[in-house]
Nanobody, 120 residues
Framework: QVQLVESGGGLVQPGGSLRLSCAAS????????VGWYRQAPGNQRGLVAS???????NYGESAKGRFTISRDNAKNTMYLQMNSLQPEDTAVYYC??????????????WGQGTQVTVSS
């Protein structure tokens, strides 16, 4: 089992910045891909950014050029630095880890979510 705990959400003005953190329990964090997703009211949950165990990153279109995902395997923690935030970035942000299973396949674990609200 893996538990993920997010922190760092809150209220920010348009153009501002926030840094989200997600701490993982258990072993194997460094061996698996992790990512951030978000869900706004009435919308499906969608990818914000992901990073593989090797450090390769992938960003959703809305995050490119503004958000940066990173990970610190020694601390079992992932981060999402969000700059130039806009009202349309308002959503609940979830961290995710995709754990590769010993005999094939994978299993997703999710954090509880942290609210990000961008408003003046």
């Amino acid at each position: 089992q893996v538990q993920l705990v997010e922190s760092g959400g809150g209220l920010v003005q348009p153009g501002g910045s926030l840094r989200l953190s997600c701490a993982a329990s258990g072993s194997g964090f460094g061996r698996n891909a992790v990512g951030w997703y978000r869900q706004a009211p009435g919308n499906q949950r969608g990818l914000v950014a992901s990073i593989t165990s090797a450090g390769s990153t992938n960003y959703g279109e809305s995050a490119k050029g503004r958000f940066t995902i990173s990970r610190d395997n020694a601390k079992n923690t992932m981060y999402l630095q969000m700059n130039s935030l806009q009202p349309e970035d308002t959503a609940v942000y979830y961290c995710n880890i995709r754990v590769q299973l010993p005999f094939g396949g994978s299993r997703d674990f999710w954090g509880q979510g942290t609210q990000v609200t961008v408003s003046s």
